[in-house]
């Protein structure tokens, strides 16, 4: 069996967290000065962790998180992939979460009840953001497995991390709530795969333990964090 421990980022703060606005897979800001800095603190966090590959998602604000955990890990094969992008808020992307909330809660509730079709007008719901990690995960152990990688850095966000962990480690996305998250926090997730190159790889079918959740003692000297009312997406 081949052992992958899996390293789940959310990116540093951007301008649109530190006001408190709905941050999609259509809203693409940079990181703000706070969210360079916890990416700074992240990086030292993994810097002794002999990464053998950084994946991210194709936001630009995960992808500046990545490279600035990169400085630490410089022949280390980086990937960006948008398939783990945010999920999608819809006609709601880019408003301020106070003004948004009635909507994105019947949504999360509707999340926490088993309706996993349930979506905002031009959103995604939580089964269509589930098929498309799924199919990125596939991948993503199949190329791990065939080089021989044993940790990966995934750099990605809030809500979308949490359907990761709902699909991959609880097996049951109304318990995706369950895993907390802030900028630059990270969960540690670890898998055994069948070292047979020709033995299907279904992430489904795969035990994904948990090692470390939602840590974030790196980040205790960094002050204020984004609005608590972001941190429940």
């Known amino acids: 069996m081949t052992k992958i421990d899996i390293y789940l980022a959310r990116h540093g703060q951007t301008a649109a967290n530190a ?3 709905l941050q999609g897979s259509s809203i693409n800001p940079p990181l703000n000065e706070l969210g360079r800095r916890q990416a700074d603190a992240l990086a030292n966090a993994m810097k002794d962790e002999n990464l053998d590959w950084i994946v991210t998602s194709g936001l630009d604000r995960a992808i500046e998180t990545a490279n600035i955990v990169a400085k630490f890990h410089e022949n280390t094969p980086f990937l960006s992939d948008s398939r783990l992008n945010e999920i999608s808020w819809g006609e709601q992307d880019g408003v301020k979460m ?3 909330k009635t909507v994105v809660d019947k949504v999360a ?6 309706d996993f079709n349930a979506k905002i007008t031009g959103g995604e719901s939580a089964n269509e953001g589930k098929a498309r990690i799924l199919e990125a995960f596939t991948d993503i152990l199949k190329v791990a497995r065939e080089r021989n990688y044993r940790k990966i850095f995934v750099c990605i966000h809030g809500r979308i991390m949490r359907v990761i962990m709902g699909t991959l480690v609880s097996k049951d996305l109304s318990k995706m709530h369950h895993f907390p998250h802030t900028n630059c ?8 795969l069948d070292a047979d190159a020709e033995s299907a790889v279904d992430p489904e079918q795969l035990t994904f333990e948990p090692i470390r959740i939602d840590v974030r003692d790196h980040l205790a000297d960094l002050g204020k964090l984004e609005p608590a009312i972001c941190r429940d997406l």
């Open 185 to 192: 926090c990270y969960h540690q997730i670890r898998v055994e």
């Open 109 to 114: 509730h509707g999340w926490m009840n088993g």
């Open 19 to 21: 006001a408190g606005v």
């Open 98 to 100: 106070s003004e948004a």
